[in-house]
């Protein structure tokens, strides 16, 4: 039984050493570089006394990153990752809820934290993965470490609440999204993910996990579709984790009639429903691919349920949201915290071990957000309430019906977003 994402890697490496895990278009880095470096980060952090703890990442969207997360979770500890493309408001609010001891970055982002109220220490990951780190060491850290312990904790857009991942959790999604996508040493991601997002999360996962390969793809890439299907061809994409706002952007009129990305055979997104043209217009451009439409909040890993498209839309108002990965349950609770009569709307709450443990230092939140299952009063069982509307059709499958009034998960610090609002005119 697996305990820590880190054994993905470790399992990788002893196979796959030389083949490149992560890459962009500048830098990349293989499997045995990530092993040997992260493990060096590890041991360096042990050794500056830091211990199961917070240690956020500061760098730029690109692969020496991965080796700075990873270092995090080999001492033992959880990481934040910070996006460079952050508000300073942003940043100094998430650090002021952290308080981290320590930030991972590199030369390029090390001065922009002059701006921000972090007091702790900057540590260059040049500096943190130059020695060697002693097996004896890292060996006595894992052998405290279990599989309830964080990974991780993100910030999704816009709001302060950190989410916290469990090792459990990740191995669990990364378990069910690699079966469902298929995914092997020969799947290769294009990532548009910010290192903050679950989206993220579950592109390193899974290509630790399999072996896989992971392209970061040009931020500014969507702004020209056509060269992005070059670039996505050129790096012989085949599978991609898109949020649907990418997803609209390539399948504008005529995007694919220049280019089309000839690799890919495997297509998920989340997020807003496409609409059945754009839809279409990808369907067109990839007969032969397999779209899958997945569902679930952060709290989540961003998975409980997945749907597959078929070829021909069967209603205009959305896709549904499907069926719940295995290990995961769904259950509809009405206004009155009973179960959702047949075909009725009820608030979406989710159980099962790819729940997060809830909110970093926010035990409010957590409490309001994960309740004691109400139709299970005989044994300690946690549901997510996600704030989400819906129904089951007629052939078993979720539908998406909205969203509460007063979501508990849409906490929005409107401060933060005047003040991006000011800084973006």
Not at 266 to 285: I, K
Not at 309 to 323: A, Y
Request: hydrophobic share 40%; net charge positive.
């Amino acid at each position: 039984m697996m305990t820590n994402i880190l054994e993905y890697l470790e399992k990788t490496v002893s196979w796959l050493p030389q083949k490149r895990a992560f890459w962009d278009a500048g830098e990349e880095v293989t499997f045995g570089q990530l092993y040997k470096q992260a493990r060096a980060v590890g041991y360096h952090l042990y050794c500056r006394g830091i211990r199961r703890e917070p240690v956020a990442v500061f760098m730029g969207r690109k692969p020496s990153a991965v080796t700075a997360m990873l270092g995090a979770v080999y001492a033992g500890c959880y990481f934040v990752p910070l996006d460079t493309e952050m508000t300073a408001c942003r940043i100094g609010a998430i650090l002021k809820k952290v308080r981290p001891r320590v930030i991972l970055c590199d030369e390029k982002s090390y001065p922009v934290l002059e701006n921000t109220p972090f007091a702790g220490c900057r540590l260059s990951l040049d500096k943190a993965s130059a020695e060697p780190a002693p097996e004896a060491a890292l060996a006595a850290i894992r052998g405290r470490q279990v599989d309830t312990d964080p990974v991780c904790v993100l910030f999704p857009a816009g709001e302060l609440r950190g989410v916290l991942t469990s090792h459990r959790a990740a191995l669990d999604a990364a378990e069910s999204l690699g079966d469902l996508l298929k995914c092997s040493s020969n799947t290769v991601f294009g990532s548009h993910a910010l290192f903050s997002s679950d989206a993220w999360l579950r592109e390193m996962l899974c290509t630790l996990k399999y072996g896989a390969g992971t392209c970061l793809l040009p931020k500014r890439g969507f702004l020209y579709p056509a060269r992005l299907m070059e670039y996505m061809n050129s790096q012989q994409i085949n599978t991609i984790l898109w949020n649907t706002a990418n997803m609209a952007a390539v399948s504008t009129p005529n995007a694919f009639a220049r280019v089309t990305p000839k690799f890919l055979h495997t297509v998920a997104f989340s997020g807003d429903p496409l609409t059945v043209r754009q839809r279409t217009a990808w369907q067109e451009a990839l007969p032969k691919a397999r779209f899958w439409n997945l569902y679930g909040p952060t709290e989540t890993v961003g998975i409980c349920c997945y749907y597959e498209v078929g070829r021909k839309p069967r209603q205009e108002d959305g896709i549904p949201l499907g069926r719940p990965f295995p290990n995961t349950g769904i259950v509809l609770l009405d206004e009155s915290g009973g179960e959702a009569l047949p075909g009725m709307v009820g608030e979406i709450c989710i159980r099962g071990s790819r729940l997060s443990p809830g909110y970093f230092r926010d035990p409010e939140l957590t409490a309001e957000a994960f309740i004691q299952n109400p139709l299970n009063p005989d044994t300690p069982e946690r549901l997510l309430r996600t704030g989400d509307l819906g129904r089951y059709n007629f052939r078993g499958e979720l539908e998406f019906a909205g969203r509460k009034e007063s979501g508990i998960r849409c906490r929005i610090d409107l401060t933060e977003l005047q003040t991006a609002g000011r800084s973006a005119s």
